[in-house]
């Protein structure tokens, strides 16, 4: 009971890692876009000389100015709540490494069954190096947005890996569909040989049925005359006239 309710804590830490895997991912793309428009909007932020000149011709350029300031100041803010959410992922990350060093405290005891412990054991290291990737993650994002550099574009990487994976799945479902239409040609042939293994057994039949009459009548006129002659002619013909009753059919193996 006691490795049932350690392996549902685990496969909870297993899910728990991977959300805040992909809010860190989502986290990453939010704070590239959001450098790079401020690194776009960086040289329009600085308002012209002319513009104190209080010109009616620069008023739009003012009003620009003002609307870039603005932007800045919500950007700003942005950054901030993405620091937030920094250090909310980071006190998660914490808390799930107290969690998993208790559950590796617990593993190590000597009443549990040591193939168990050792899966626990390397389960545990995984989520280990995981954080430790998480935790690199989190303190490089909060370098890139204390000095307001791009994020490094690891956004691609993981855009090519779906693309990849989108490709062997769509050269999958190809090859899927080919041999689907294989087995429905080869369900079709099959279905032609059937129907021409069926007419021959019908005329098989028909052909056996002729031969059993022919030689129930041979029977009877041997018995009418019993003369070996007159057997031997009646032989001749009935197999002439049964030759020549039986239909011809053409069967194609293909």
Do not use: W
């Not at 090859?175 to 279905?191: S, V």
């Not at 019993?226 to 293909?254: C, K, Q």
Request: proline share 2%; glycine share 4%; net charge neutral.
């Amino acid at each position: 009971m006691r490795f049932k309710v350690q392996e549902e804590e685990l496969e909870l830490q297993k899910q728990e890692l991977s959300h805040k895997e992909n809010d860190i991912r989502a986290l990453e793309k939010r704070l590239e876009e959001e450098q790079q428009i401020s690194l776009a909007a960086a040289p329009l932020a600085q308002a012209p000389e002319f513009a104190s000149k209080g010109c009616s011709l620069f008023a739009e350029v003012d009003d620009g100015r003002r609307r870039q300031e603005e932007d800045m100041r919500k950007l700003a803010e942005k950054n901030a709540l993405l620091i937030q959410m920094m250090r909310k992922a980071q006190e998660e990350v914490r808390r799930t490494q107290e969690e998993l060093q208790n559950m590796r405290n617990l593993g190590t005891g000597t009443s549990y069954d040591s193939d168990f412990v050792n899966q626990i054991c390397v389960e545990l290291n995984e989520r280990k190096a995981t954080i430790s990737r998480q935790i690199d993650t989190i303190m490089l994002l909060e370098r890139q947005v204390k000095a307001k550099t791009v994020v490094p574009p690891s956004a691609t990487v993981l855009r090519s890996e779906n693309e990849e994976l989108t490709e062997r799945c769509r050269m999958i479902q190809m090859e899927k569909a080919k041999l689907f239409d294989e087995n429905r040609k080869l369900d079709r042939i099959n279905g032609t040989q059937k129907n021409a293994l069926r007419k021959l057994e019908f005329e098989l039949k028909m052909a056996q049925d002729r031969l059993g009459q022919a030689l129930k009548s041979r029977e009877n006129v041997n018995r009418a005359k019993g003369s070996p002659i007159v057997e031997h002619i009646l032989n001749a013909s009935e197999v002439i006239s049964f030759a020549r009753e039986m239909p011809t059919t053409s069967y194609s193996g293909r």
